[in-house]
């Protein structure tokens, strides 16, 4: 036998193991480092009233209604103008008269030539006005105006005089003559 053993090669540890044990030295010196700050806190709504029913009652007290508050509302438009609460519509008295009426119409709508009366009217409702006219050669024309006879305004006029500005704020008098009432007046007008 050889005076020395065979010569070997020095023990490795193997690959894998030297970075085993090199995390496990780093590994104790992470651990100091000091704790993230804890996120901000989220705000929470405010809790919601829960609706429930009403108790229930004894008889003869009336039941309890839960009401929920009303939130206000801006309003986009300003809202159409009411019609006014004048339900029975009467002779103008001359105002306007009923050639004032038929001036407005030939100047707006009429030709100079044909011949028209007034059949029915002018009848009044708070500052607005329907007559029924004749006129020679055509059918009744129906007329809705408005305003004081110095400044009389032509609404509508033709055989259906039932318009959205009629329906939208005519006194109900007048929308129920120029509307419910087809030609002529309804009994009682």
Not at 140 to 151: D, F, H, I, M
Request: charged share 10%.
């Amino acid at each position: 036998m050889p005076p020395y053993p065979a010569h070997r090669p020095p023990y490795r540890r193997p690959f894998t193991g030297r970075i085993v044990v090199a995390l496990l030295a780093v590994l104790p010196a992470t651990g100091c480092a000091a704790p993230p700050p804890d996120p901000p806190p989220v705000p929470l709504a405010p809790p919601t009233p829960a609706v429930s029913a009403p108790p229930a009652t004894s008889p003869g007290m009336p039941p309890v209604t839960p009401t929920l508050p009303v939130l206000p509302t801006r309003p986009s438009t300003p809202p159409p103008p009411t019609p006014t609460a004048a339900t029975v519509a009467t002779a103008c008295a001359g105002r306007p008269s009923a050639n004032s009426v038929i001036g407005l119409l030939r100047s707006d709508v009429l030709p100079g030539d044909v011949s028209v009366r007034a059949v029915e009217g002018p009848l009044c409702a708070d500052g607005w006005h329907y007559t029924v006219l004749a006129v020679s050669g055509h059918e009744e024309l129906q007329a809705v105006s408005r305003g004081e006879p110095g400044a009389l305004r032509l609404v509508t006029a033709g055989t259906d005089v039932c318009s959205i500005e009629v329906k939208a704020t005519a006194p109900s008098a007048i929308r129920t003559l120029a509307c419910d009432a087809g030609t002529g007046l309804p009994p009682g007008a």
